[in-house]
C-alpha cells in the first residue's frame, strides 16, 4: 500500500531510474509509449467521451494550457489539465477546473493503477522502462473520468512525437512557438525539432499554430497533410495587441472582442492569449461572433486566468518579480514586461542550469542592473548548475558589482541588502527556484 507522496514518486520513477547511469540518446532511440499505450488500455483509460486538445512547443506551453483550461472553464465545461513541472507539489501536474488533485486521491488512484503498472513492467527488458509521465496521465485519466471531465488540455513535456501525453486521441493539436530546445535529444535542426513536435497531430484532426519560422510551418503543413489534418496558421495581424498596463497586468485588444484584461505581466502572453483563445473556438466549433453570451464568458475566463512564476510579482518594497527566463529569449521578453515598473537600484538573481546558455541570460540581465546574483539549487540532482567559478567567469566584466551566493536565501539576502526600500529584485531561475520563491513567500499554489 502507498501511503505516501515519497513513496508514490519511488513507484513512478522505479523503471526510468534504471536508465539515469546510461548515456542519454536521440528522443527516437530512447524514448518508447508502447509501456504508456499498454497501460492505458488496459485500465481502459481512453474510453471516456472527452475531447482532448495537446499543446507543445518550445515556450509559453504552460501558459497556453493554462488560459484554454480557464478559458473553456468559463464556457461551461469540466476541464481537466496535465502540466509538468511543477512548482512546489507534485499534484500540481494534475488539475481539474484549476485545482490540483488532493493527494488522498493521488495516493488512492495510483494503488488502483499499480498491479497494472506492475503487469507493464514485468514484461519490460533492462533497456526499457515505463515513462514516469505515462503513470502520471494515467493517473490525469482515471481522475478525469471521476470527476466528470469533458474537455482536457495536456501539455506535452518535451518534443511531443515520442512523448507519452500524445498518446491520447487528441482532436486539436496546439503549437506555441518552436524554436532550438534540447538538441541533444530532438536533434540540433529547427526542422528536426518542428517534426518531434509535430508526431502531436492525429489523423482527420486540427492544428493549430502560432507565427513560425517558415521551415517551422513547412513541417507542420507536410505533417497535416499526410495525416489529412488541417493546419489553421494564425497570422500576425490576427494576433492581440497590447493596449496598457495594468497594475496585475495588461489591457490588451483582439478582434472580435474588443479589449480584454489579461492578469500577465509577461509581455509574450499576448500571443500566447492569442492561441489560446483562437484554440478554444475551434474546440467550440464555432468561429468567433459578436454573440454577448460568448465575449462574455471569453472576457470572464480570460481574466481569471492565473499561471504562477511567469513575470509575477512577489513583494513590493523593494519590489521582486520572479519568471522561469532560463533562455536568452526569455531572459529578454522578461526584461521587456518588467521595464515599465522597474525602481533603481535593480537587482538581478540569476539561476540558470548548466545545459542552457547561462552565460547569455547574464549578459541580459546584467545591462538592466546594478548588480548580478549568481546562484543555485539542490533540490533535483539531475538538474546541474555551472560551479561557481564556471557561473563567476562566464558573467566577468558584465558588471562592476558582480556575486556569487550559495542558494537562493542567500542570494535574497544580498540583493536586499543593496537594493533597501525601494528598488527593485528581477529573478531570473528555473522552475525549481521558482518553486523555492513559491514557498519563501508562501504562495498557494493548489488553485490555479
Known sequence: MIESMEEALRVIFATRRRLDAAPRGLDEYTRDVAPTRKLLARENLLSAKREYAVVTGSRGKGSVTAIMAKLLEALGHRVGALTSPHLVHWNERIRVDGRMIPTADFLRILNDLTPGINAVTDDLNETQYLSPQGIFLAIALRYFD????????????RGGRFDDVAVVPNALSVFAPIMLEHTALLGDAIERIAWHKSGIIKHGSRAISLPQAPAVIDVLQRECDKLSARLVR?????????????????RI??????????????RYQLDNASLAIRAVELIERRKPMPDPS??????LGLGQVKWLGRVQKLADNPAVYVDGAITLSSAVSFIASVKPRL?????????????????????????????LIITETDINPNTRFPSPEQALAAADGLTRDLRYAKDLPSALA???????????????VSLMLVGECMLIWDVDTTAI
Open 343 to 371: 525602481r533603481e537600484p535593480i537587482l538581478s538573481i540569476v539561476g540558470i542550469p548548466r545545459d542552457r546558455d547561462y552565460a547569455a541570460v547574464y549578459r541580459v540581465m546584467a545591462a538592466s542592473s546594478q548588480a
Open 253 to 266: 485588444r483582439l478582434r472580435p472582442y474588443g479589449e480584454l484584461d489579461l492578469p500577465m505581466l509577461g
Open 294 to 299: 460568448w465575449t462574455e464568458a471569453i472576457r
Open 234 to 250: 494564425i497570422s500576425e495581424s490576427e494576433l492581440a495587441t497590447w493596449v496598457a498596463d495594468r497594475e496585475d497586468g495588461q
Open 414 to 428: 544580498l540583493a536586499r541588502d543593496i537594493a533597501g526600500g525601494g528598488g527593485t529584485i528581477l529573478l531570473a
Open 146 to 157: 471521476e470527476t466528470g471531465v469533458d474537455v482536457a488540455v495536456l501539455e506535452v513535456g
